[in-house]
């Protein structure tokens, strides 16, 4: 069962019931769940027989009642050691927590998961997202496992691969003549005018308690210890938040003993607001207004949890970094060609921010560095095929193979 205590305002702590709230009446700010950790005896025991997906930490998730859970089987994804990476970048300790490989092959499907379940507890009977594609996919997942009619606000112009899924899944597919911070304003909107659940708008509290997971999940799998430095994609700069109070969590239970991880925080150059406030040293976001990177899917130009991620982020010694589009599809063909996990963009940002911190020092050999791959490069391919390195076209016969592959060399291209 859930240990949910109420919502409490991240900014003037006025507290209020678990109930449909998604900001605070007295000041507008963001709304945290909290949770009775005082009574909560949870063990790493306790642990031992679960179930291998993010309902093991039923506990600290914001469902009260069982029989909503919309499992689609998400979560406790791989913690992989990166020896060829490390390698490659003549460094240690570099651990690629793999959530590319959810049912909906990226980790929305965490907050996805919590949010679909707590909308049918809240008694909603229409769901929905604004989205740049990847939680589009899983919340149009959740609701056909739910039985429940969603619409997902999208910009036209999201990869092909998200659209087909969606599609498969049932959703219905409002395709936006602007980019996500319109379908963000447009969903605002249509859940007030038609009482639609607007997951990450209408349940946002909620919402952001899935990712969390992420956390909990990477003590686990480093035998209940802490990592010393983790590095996370920032879109809305919600995930990076949340995997914060996930240790901050598993610190307050005992559970894991030592100090809070570094976060640091990566966006594509193209769309990097909380970067620019980062180095800048400000305390406010300047939005942007057309964002242009290859990275669609973390292309928010009025990230709400903007500051937030800077207060972590400089609380904890980290840095904000913003890697260009061509470096971020090195990154991904570096983390391919190393470790056989093929990442979307929002991990070539991740990867490329971990060759900064290296490079600059700040991260030191013997400190473990955990980088989150939060989605499937699947879902973007044209990136790379387009380039079409590695590809020959070849006569059906030995002969031309060999004329191409002896050119070569030792054939590892
Ligand atoms: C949504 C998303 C993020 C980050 O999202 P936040 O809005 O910052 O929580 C990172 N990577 C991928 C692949 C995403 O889809
Ligand atoms: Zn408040």
Same mark, same amino acid.
């Given at each position: ?6 919502? +409490?305002?991240?900014?003037?702590? !006025? ?25 909560? +005896?949870?063990? !790493? ?166 990712? +969390? ?72 976001? /300047? ?53 056989? /996990? ?45 380039? !079409? ?14 004329? /191409? ?9």
């Amino acid at each position: 069962m859930s240990y949910i205590l109420s919502l +409490k305002c991240r900014e003037c702590g !006025r507290e209020y019931e678990p109930l449909k709230l998604a900001v605070c009446s007295n000041c507008f700010a963001p709304l945290d769940v909290t949770y009775d950790l005082k009574n909560l +005896k949870l063990r !790493r025991e306790s642990f031992n027989d679960r179930e291998r997906n993010l309902w093991r930490y039923r506990e600290l998730l914001p469902l009260k009642e069982d029989k909503y859970i919309v499992n689609l089987g998400a979560g406790y994804t791989p913690l992989i050691k990166g020896e060829r990476i490390e390698e490659k970048l003549n460094f240690n300790h570099i651990y690629i927590k793999n959530d590319s490989v959810n049912p909906t092959f990226s980790f929305k499907d965490r907050p996805a998961g919590i949010a679909v379940s707590k909308a049918l507890e809240l008694g909603d009977k229409v769901v929905g997202c604004a989205s740049t594609g990847n939680l589009a996919g899983s919340v149009a997942a959740h609701a056909a496992k739910a039985n429940v009619p969603c619409y997902v606000l999208v910009p036209f112009n999201i990869e092909p691969a998200k659209i087909s899924q969606i599609i498969a899944y049932g959703a219905r597919i409002l395709a936006l003549k602007g980019n996500y911070d319109d379908a963000n304003r447009l969903a605002v909107l249509a859940a007030e005018e038609l009482g639609w659940n607007i997951v990450n708008v209408t349940s946002r509290p909620y919402y952001v308690e899935g990712s +969390k997971t992420i956390a909990f999940e990477v003590c686990e799998q480093l035998n209940w210890e802490l990592p010393d430095h983790i590095i996370i994609p920032v879109a809305s700069g919600a995930l990076l938040c949340s995997i914060y109070r996930g240790f901050k969590q598993f610190m307050d239970l005992d559970l894991v003993k030592g100090t809070m991880p570094t976060l640091h925080g990566a966006q594509a150059l193209g769309c990097s607001p909380v970067a620019q406030a980062f180095k800048e040293g400000r305390n406010f976001i /300047i939005p942007i207004e057309n964002p242009n990177t290859i990275a669609t899917s973390i292309a928010i130009g009025d990230p709400g949890d903007g500051i937030y991620v800077n207060r972590i982020v400089r609380e904890t010694g980290g840095i904000v970094e913003a890697i260009s589009d061509e470096e971020i599809v090195n990154s991904i063909k570096l983390l391919a060609s190393t470790e056989g /996990i093929f990442s979307e963009p929002a991990g070539g940002v991740v990867i490329g921010t971990l060759k900064k911190l290296i490079e600059e020092g700040k991260v030191k050999k013997g400190e473990r560095v955990v980088c989150c791959i939060t989605g499937n490069g699947l879902k973007a391919s044209e990136l790379i095929s387009e380039k !079409r390195g590695n590809w020959y076209v070849i006569e059906p016969n030995l002969n031309s193979l060999k004329n /191409i592959v002896l050119g070569l060399g030792n054939g590892k291209g």
